[in-house]
């Protein structure tokens, strides 16, 4: 039987939504699968050298899990976004869960593509030397090509 | 002919973006698909006996139709999520919409699987006790097992 | 061969947000394949004839890359989600990146088929004379039936 294929548009860069693509993508290339992320907009932030500053916001999102109710007045308070990043860091490191760095290594490793949208890279003027080595560039065109042909693409 | 089958990966937690997991997964399963829904992140809200704390908020979506138009400075003032989220659920029930509840139970009757993400379970300090009757526990190899032979999957 | 296929779900409406759709179903026509877009929840907004009311909102997005960094308390200064909008748009132009109405055009002219959420559009009290020309209106059974036929079928 051939190897399922699997395909993942990553669009967001925040630390919450940062983590299905490379979870999902690390998961997939364990079990055998052929895994191509295609990192656009926000999602390019995802394939920096430094992932310092992926940051995650309480403001505008009432789902999140706090520790202590926070009305939105507070949660726009300056250094709020910081100390709700460092908590979620924490916690995370605290129950054992790989870091974005981690992630990304084992998918690496594994041979997932990584493919940086290329009219992204140009509209917020990257700079290829921002980006960790082992990844190409490519279009919408050439990814959908692929993408044609998996078992399951998503749209993160 | 066999039965379609859909997976659906639900990420959220605010109002607006509770409803499509929950709109698509009975809508398959009243077609007569196989659908499993794997809730993980924010999701798992969803998934809590208690649906009443899941609310909306108007920061940082300028997409949102609201009754009138709203400064950002105003959307932020204490009181303002509750407001939306409010008025959104009475627009909701004014227009026949069923609530998530129904919803929810429409799936679970109708051999819905609903699979609870354990690595955010734990990560987040869920307790089963929270969470619905007739709901299972597991992790992303497990569900990428199902959604590789499905006709639609689903990242939300 | 038969062509591929291509279903989204696209819900919505931000500026950022609008783009994906929209250059996903126009790039996958031009290559031959059928599309279908579902619009629903704040995705209708990209159906109106008048699109100049898409915004991009910098609050509660850490990820978004800005001009200078902008604490979140000045992100909400009034006025600045239009600053964003504007800062966001002239860049694009500068860059060459087509417009929303642009890339919309090309998809009805190659016969990606629109269809608007009637669900979402009697809830948010849509009048089908704010919508473009060409587009149809159904609901997620209808969808559902070709999306279960796919090749690609992606949540927006």
Redesign the interface.
Known sequence: MAA?K??I?A????L??A??PL??AS??A??G?EVQVFF???GL?LLRKDLSG????P???????MPVPM???VS???G??AMA?SMMKA??KK?G?ASLEELRTVCLEADVKFIACQ?TV?????QKSDFVDGIEYG???TF??F??????????
Request: hydrophobic share 55%; glycine share 8%; proline share 7%.
């Open positions: 399922k699997m395909a548009i669009t967001k860069g925040a919450d939504m983590y299905p979870i999902l998961t997939a364990a079990l699968w656009t907009f926000y932030q992926i940051a995650i916001s403001i505008g999102n009432p789902a999140m899990p009305p939105v007045v726009m308070l300056p709020m976004e990043t916690k995370m129950k869960v009219m140009d509209l917020f003027d990257f279009g919408a065109a959908l090509g993408a044609g042909q998996t078992d399951v693409c998503l749209f993160i």
